[in-house]
């Protein structure tokens, strides 16, 4: 069974802007607009959809990363192409499922070949990492973000099918010689 990676859960700082850099994120950032410049507008607007969203900072990078569930997964939207931690200009939805045996290059290729707007890669854990990328330069108005979306949550639907399509290889019980 393919579990979520634990490493979705390391972002547990709280993020810690001067009001200086809240100031110059959010001048970044027309007025009324969702942009990875301002991560409380992306957080806001995510909790106005509905979604659970809980702003932190990643441990690794320090820049700002989000929490958050759909379609009974737990994900991440990491914030990237930032000025000293803030001042974002694109962001990620993503998800990483633990190593089952079967995460290949194949096997994302499989789900590369049929799907779109997301990519899925096997990392150097050899976790499958699902991603869905986002400019936001110049600010996204609150439809064009609620489209995005339900596009994130449709594509985590649609992982859910090709796992079931895709499936690990039953392990062999202890004890038991394979056939």
Same mark, same amino acid.
């Given at each position: 069974m393919r579990l979520l990676s634990s490493a979705v859960l390391l972002?547990?700082? @709280?993020?810690? #802007?001067? %009001?200086? $850099? %809240? =100031? =110059? #994120?959010?001048? &970044?950032?027309? $007025?009324?607009?969702?942009? %990875? &410049?301002d991560p409380q507008t992306v957080v806001n607007a995510m909790q106005e959809a509905g979604y659970k969203a809980k702003l932190t900072a990643s441990k690794s990078s320090g820049n700002p990363l989000?929490?958050? %569930? &759909?379609?009974?997964?737990?994900f991440e939207v990491q914030f990237f192409n930032c000025t000293i931690m803030t001042a974002c200009k694109s962001? &990620?939805?993503?998800?990483s499922f633990d190593d089952d045996g079967t995460n290949t290059p194949e096997l994302a290729n499989q789900w590369n070949d049929v799907n779109r707007f997301s990519t899925m890669? @096997?990392?150097s854990d050899k976790s499958l990492v699902l991603a869905y990328d986002i400019s936001t330069v110049g600010g996204l108005n609150s439809r064009n973000f609620e489209d995005l979306l339900d596009t994130w949550n449709s594509t985590l639907g649609e992982v859910s099918k090709f796992f079931k399509a895709?499936? #690990?290889?039953a392990k062999p019980e202890k004890g038991k010689p394979k056939s």
């Open positions: 972002g547990l700082g @709280v993020l810690g #802007a001067s %009001a200086t $850099q %809240a =100031e =110059e #994120a959010a001048s &970044a950032c027309p $007025q009324g607009k969702i942009c %990875a &410049a989000i929490n958050s %569930a &759909a379609a009974g997964y737990n962001l &990620a939805f993503l998800i890669s @096997v990392s895709h499936p #690990a290889p």
